[in-house]
């Protein structure tokens, strides 16, 4: 269900502002509202998406939430805003637009080849116009980063052999890394720590770091402050840390 915490003094203190009813009320029992996603462009500005549709929004630096459905009842598993009005999302193999805050939504079909259409998308970031998505081939294992300047009327395709992305962080339009897991063996839960980087703005990405760390799980989490400073974190309350850029 979704559930916040919130500190406004640099983690001392730890506040809840949404709780949703339904954790401790069955009357109002509609679906568990499992978060897919999580975009807070601004301190005025927050939303989450759900497996069930709902949408939560904050617009008082997160003292606050309202809580609204998507028209078309279809949830929205990735999503990511450029400020309160403009915000994209990601369902299936559509893409999805907004200029209202998410009250309405354009859907666009996420074209890609033959060769590639059965793909499905780790994560998205959007920056300075450019939407970049993360996708994986099952069927061959392959992974190939989209790219798209143009709302994603058309797109551009390149191929990946780094790692399947759980999470993209992009500090500018051409800097950005990525981690995720590397499975030891086919079909193994064993994974190795997985963080890769881009100075091309995602047609091409190198590893940084490569190794397997118990609990060997992989990495879901990936932020920077700055070109040097960066953060990566794991299942298990596993983090890493980086002062040079992850060199």
């Not at 009357?27 to 549709?53: H, L």
């Amino acid at each position: 269900y979704p559930w916040n915490r919130v500190s406004w003094d640099n983690g001392k203190t730890w506040t809840s502002t949404l709780m949703d009813s339904a954790r401790y009320n069955p009357e109002d029992y509609y679906y568990p509202g499992t978060i897919n996603s999580v975009s807070f462009p601004n301190e005025n500005f927050c939303i989450i998406s759900t497996d069930s549709a709902y949408l939560w929004i904050s617009k008082d630096n997160l003292k606050s939430w309202e809580k609204r459905i998507i028209k078309s009842r279809e949830s929205i598993y990735r999503i990511n805003f450029l400020d309160e009005n403009v915000g994209y999302g990601l369902r299936q193999k559509k893409l999805l637009i907004t200029k209202d805050g998410g009250n309405n939504w354009h859907e666009k079909e996420i074209d890609s080849p033959d060769t590639l259409s059965n793909f499905s998308v780790g994560d998205m970031t959007i920056f300075n116009g450019k939407i970049i998505l993360h996708a994986y081939i099952p069927i061959t294992k392959t992974k190939y980063t989209f790219i798209s300047i143009n709302d994603g009327d058309t797109w551009e395709y390149y191929y990946s052999d780094t790692l399947k992305y759980q999470k993209t962080f992009f500090l500018d339009e051409m800097t950005g890394w990525g981690c995720g897991g590397h499975q030891i063996k086919p079909d193994s839960p064993t994974q190795k720590d997985v963080i890769v980087h881009t100075t091309d703005g995602g047609k091409t990405w190198h590893k940084q770091l490569d190794t397997l760390v118990i609990p060997s799980m992989g990495l879901n989490q990936i932020y920077f402050i700055d070109r040097e400073n960066g953060f990566a974190h794991g299942l298990g309350r596993k983090l890493w840390r980086t002062t040079n850029g992850g060199k």
